[in-house]
């Protein structure tokens, strides 16, 4: 397999260079002003909620959809020059597969159209699709038909791979040989980006997490500064006794609170004030733990915030 050796310098052209990108729908404003820069061996990761731009966003990235306003750059070029010079793999979300052919016939299909292909047997064996290569693609199951589409999204050396929820329909194996590869991929220097819904995967595999919010970029950093920019903490304490809920529920800074039993768990914008409070209110908590957020909740967190400032 070949292997070129890349540049993986901030000062190098960027893999991909948003500036002030717009693209609306009608009246929906699908990207709002995006301007962004992703590096040559990073791996990134698109959150945002339903309908945040995301899709959007990889379509203006390889040039299927034309910006409203705004540049869209990929290695220095149009997002086609890069598509056609072979610089750019792609795994979409929804792509139909072509039907009636085999497994292996599609990825030949994709190998030969590459300007730069990998052997079509190292393409069948790193998708762990192998022992279906003879098998019809309108035959697969949901998961295979995945693997199959990040067999094409690798059918040649690319510098860049985008992958749109690449994971959804994979089980838990298939996922974490789906992630060891893309690991692979980013350590020989190639960009990797990818939008997902699962944010346990973005937090262990991505080294930058871009969060989009209406079309706009809400966060970009490493998953440790976006917990840290959500800014909230878990609190989570045992009481004796019956659980006075409205007392509970006039802590400040107090942003979410649930009872189990006798278990209390809050979130707070302020942990410190929440707690002087919590023993002003003469209860004793027991086994008081006070935690930082996983991405999950600092992501619910900052989109939260988001829509109540925006409302
Ligand atoms: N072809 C289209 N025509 C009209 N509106 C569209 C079109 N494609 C997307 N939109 C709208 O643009 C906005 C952004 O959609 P997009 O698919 O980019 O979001 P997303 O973050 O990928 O969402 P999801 O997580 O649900 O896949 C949404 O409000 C969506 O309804």
Request: negative net charge.
């Amino acid at each position: 397999m070949t292997t070129t050796t890349r540049t993986t310098t901030a000062t190098a052209t960027p893999a991909v260079a948003f500036e002030q990108v717009g693209k609306s729908y009608g009246d929906v404003r699908a990207v709002d002003g995006l301007t962004l820069a992703l590096h040559p061996g990073e791996t990134v990761a698109l959150l945002g909620p339903n309908g945040a731009g995301k899709s959007t966003t990889l379509d203006l990235l390889l040039g299927l959809r034309p910006p409203d306003t705004g540049t869209v750059r990929v290695f220095g070029g149009s997002p086609r020059e890069a598509i056609v010079a072979g610089r750019v793999g792609a795994m979409l979300q929804s792509g139909g597969l072509m039907e009636e052919v085999t497994v292996e016939e599609l990825v030949r299909l994709h190998c030969d159209l590459h300007p730069r292909p990998y052997p079509v047997r190292d393409v069948l064996a790193r998708a762990g699709i192998a022992q279906i290569a003879d098998r019809k693609v309108d035959k697969l199951s949901g998961g295979q038909a995945q693997r199959v589409r990040f067999a094409l999204a690798t059918a040649g050396d690319s510098d860049l791979i985008v992958l749109d929820e690449p994971t959804t329909g994979m089980d838990v194996s298939a996922r974490q040989s789906f992630w060891a590869t893309m690991r692979e991929q980013a350590d020989q220097g190639r960009t990797v980006l990818f939008a997902t819904h699962y944010l346990e995967e973005a937090d262990a595999v991505a080294d930058r997490v871009l969060v989009l919010h209406r079309g706009r970029l809400l966060a970009d950093g490493t998953a440790a500064e976006i917990k840290a920019k959500a800014g909230a903490r878990r609190i989570s304490f045992d009481l004796e006794g019956t659980i006075d809920e409205a007392a509970l529920r006039g802590l400040p800074f107090l942003t979410s609170l649930d009872v189990s039993g006798h278990t209390v768990r809050i979130q707070s914008a302020d942990a410190d004030a929440t707690v002087h409070a919590l023993y002003g209110l003469g209860v004793y908590p027991r086994n008081l733990e006070v935690a930082g957020l996983g991405l999950e909740q600092a992501f619910v967190a900052l989109t939260a915030a988001e829509e109540a400032k925006q409302s």
